[in-house]
């Protein structure tokens, strides 16, 4: 059986949309834990309303919380299935999805399960992403998936319960939580795999909507910090020695100058705070401050032009 977890705050507007793409699926045994946290509309009304009309669904009132963390590690604690999946309460499954998962569960014996997604936006599919890697050994097959944009997100795979016993999400965290936490249920998986290609072309139909008030949108003031505690996770998971962390350590530096910049920070503060991190020490590009003012100069008279 699955156990699908799903936060719901504010979401009178989608919530039916991934309710009804649920009640579609070809394979039936599930359970819907919805975990309504703090909303000011009427989403835990038709929470209530699922869970009286269909007795898989479930719906838990835990009161208000940041983020979607704390709600999915309550659905952790009260989930009853030997498979779980995660979904946002603007999210969607394609009709065949829990039935092909349940497939690679049982014939694979897997304890983890990637699959690709479609991203939309404003109804139109703007995105379609499938990951692909031929890597057998985990630590190898992590890192294909995470150059592919693949890896850390919730929306693209499905656990074995039995490799998440201990493992929760970070709930001081709001952003590189889900990344996280997919790293330290690899570390105890014994298997890994990829959904068959031959699934992609209707199974793992996964719906991401895009919205001006996701986290993802907002401003992360400690940014540099969270990005620390994901760079740290993954040296954990991969092994000081690895020679990877060095790439991943340039991309973290670049993603950080780039969201500085972009999000109006203090430079001499935002520099020296980016400095102090493990990151920047094993990156081998280490801007210099005059040079850090520099690109920023640069970056808006670019900005500017466009």
Known sequence: MFSIIIPVHNAEKTLARCVDSLLAQSFPD???LLIENGSGDRSLKMCLEYQAKDTRFRAYD???C????RPRNFGLEMARGEWIVFLDS???????VLEMLGECFREENADVVFFGFCRLKSGVITERRFPRAEAKE???LCLALHLQDCFGYTCCKAYGKRVLEGVRFDESLNLFEDEIFALQAAERAEKLMIAPEKYN????????SDSDQSIMAQTHADLIEKKEKAFRAWTSFLGESDSSLTGMANSAVSFCRWYIYEHGFDLKRSYDELRRTSFFARADHKPEYYTFRLDYVKWRIK???R
């Open 30 to 32: 599930y359970e819907v």
């Open 62 to 64: 835990i009161g208000k």
């Open 66 to 69: 940041s983020g979607p963390s």
């Open 90 to 96: 603007d999210d969607s499954l394609g009709e065949r």
């Open 138 to 140: 985990k630590k190898t």
């Open 201 to 208: 072309a209707d199974a793992f139909f996964y719906q991401v």
């Open 303 to 305: 900005t500017a032009l």
